[in-house]
């Protein structure tokens, strides 16, 4: 499965460092669960694995 997480580092390399990554309750039922669960496991990680 390929994720192109482009779009998200373009986001997150402006991001404050205190920027908090939040949802609601409102992702649909068929979304693919395990492309969210890794799109929020990149993003809780991406300070970590991207260094300015």
């Not at 908090?20 to 693919?32: C, H, L, Q, R």
């Not at 929020?40 to 694995?49: E, G, L, M, P």
Request: aromatic residues 12%; hydrophobic residues 35%.
């Amino acid at each position: 499965m390929f994720l192109d997480f482009g779009p998200t580092d373009e986001i997150l390399k402006d991001a404050p460092q205190n920027f908090i990554f939040g949802a609601d309750n409102s992702v649909p039922n068929d979304v693919d669960q395990e492309k969210l669960c890794k799109i929020v496991d990149y993003i809780h990680t991406w300070r970590q694995t991207h260094n300015k």
